[in-house]
């Protein structure tokens, strides 16, 4: 996932942290089946748009499709709760988040 418009490192740090406590998605974290980790942002040309600028979601080993969208689903429901708390905390509208699976990777 890919945060947009006006993104800072808190909001990446921010977004991470909430996921990892999504309780589906740790409970998938504490059983070594995701890892959720920060990478460098890419461009559609590949080229580096700055540290931190994407969140990816790893699943581990073989993953059956209703798994994989059992996941889909809760990263959407996590980063709506997100965004809908950080407006709560925080001035101004946060980020747009943009959620595509790599499926070449499903």
Known sequence: MRLTHGASESDIGALKAWL???QKLEELRNRGK???EERAGTGESGHAMGAG??????LVG????KLFDEV??????????????????ERG??????????DGER
């Open 20 to 22: 990892e406590r999504e």
């Open 34 to 36: 995701l890892a959720i």
């Open 53 to 58: 600028l994407e969140i990816v979601l790893v």
């Open 62 to 65: 073989v993953v059956a499709a």
């Open 72 to 89: 889909y689903e809760q990263v959407k429901s996590g980063v709506r709760a997100w965004q809908q708390n950080r407006r709560a905390v």
């Open 93 to 102: 509208e946060p980020p747009t988040v943009e959620i595509t699976p790599d």
